[in-house]
């Protein structure tokens, strides 16, 4: 897997561009899509619902794959809570980590980053409302 690496304070985050995946993998990413989007298409060419249940399954899925391998890891991140996971499959930079970085540097356009990703985040809202008041 591609993976670019820059420094976040005192952290290393990297973004991985694409896992890599074999067969079976492939399949799981179909099902993830299928359960994502909630529509699947028919042989027919016809799109149909798809359970809600379908997530669980592939989070099933998931618990089959090896562990040491990229997709896997990818998969795992993908499907974490997004209130806790990291910014990346390979990074050890939280979603809330970053947040606090970008709304702590002096430019409105990281205090808006910070509020895409966390629209509560009291200081980038206090920067921004400050800096917009002038």
Known sequence: MATKTRSIGNAQASTER??????????????????????RLTPEGTLESVPPARLGEVRQQLATLPADVDFTRWLAWFLADRGTRMISPGS??????YVEFRAKQADPIAWREALMLCPTNASALARLSHRNSK
């Open 18 to 39: 694409s896992p890599r995946a074999n067969a079976a993998a492939a399949l799981i990413l179909a099902d993830l899509a299928e359960a994502v989007i909630g529509k």
């Open 92 to 97: 050890n930079v939280s979603i809330a980590e």
